[in-house]
């Protein structure tokens, strides 16, 4: 499946894919049935004959997390990555790396990995035979078998996790992708402020309010990137009070204002 840059597939719900990508041999590859409800997408970065060294990525948060697989000819490692906050991440373009998206709160529901929302953390995953066996395995397999024993392990991971986190995950889903503010989404849910605060803490490692910022963030970026709408007229559908407010929240989120955003993403676009 070759990459193609889509600003929102509906297989790779809430994934915006980097425009940038498309230039260094990354695919996004399709999710199994039975891997969906905790995974957003898998993708792949495949060996590649430019010039570069390394590639630089600005990645923003979405209340999810990332699986992703470091892979040479002299070995694998594996690392899951949270990030409260936008920053950039370096990939060295001699190695492969695949990267599993996960949903938000997979990472403690899987692998019991407990982040704190307060900043970017780039953790080690719990060790176990089934794991060592995995990255023993995959420096010597080819692109599409590595994928291959990555979702097979994963599977067996998902196979011990129980179903509490679906509850949760549909809470989420319906929380980002419908834009509702802390106290609406509380009151659907049928309980106060205080209980949906510690739960969303106590679960995935962030509050209302962040989550409410992650969604109107990636709404905004989609707006941006997809329709020719004024600013103003963005600023409403994603819930700031005016083009002001917009601007500034998304700065302070995005570190570069909207309209830096949309210059720059477009330019990748059309480049």
Known sequence: MAWRLSMQPPQYDNIIPA???AGVGV????VRPYLRRWVQCLWVAYDTNRNETFHHEKLYPDAGSSLTFEISPHGAQVAFFYHASVCTQRWDLHKRYISVRLRAGAGAALFGIR???TGNQKLSIPMTSALARLLSQLPEAS???QLRLIEGWLEGVCKHA???HDKWSKLLTTAFTSLIPPQQLAAQQGMSRRT???QLRNRFGFSPNQL???AQLRHAR???ITTQAELSDIALRCGFYDQAHFTNSFHERALETPGQYRTRKLSQISN
């Open 222 to 224: 989609t707006q941006l």
């Open 196 to 198: 949906l605060e510690r």
């Open 115 to 117: 982040v704190e929302s």
């Open 212 to 214: 409410y910022g992650f």
């Open 162 to 164: 129980g179903n509490v």
């Open 27 to 30: 695919q996004i590859a399709p």
């Open 19 to 21: 425009a940038s990508f």
């Open 143 to 145: 692109a599409a078998v």
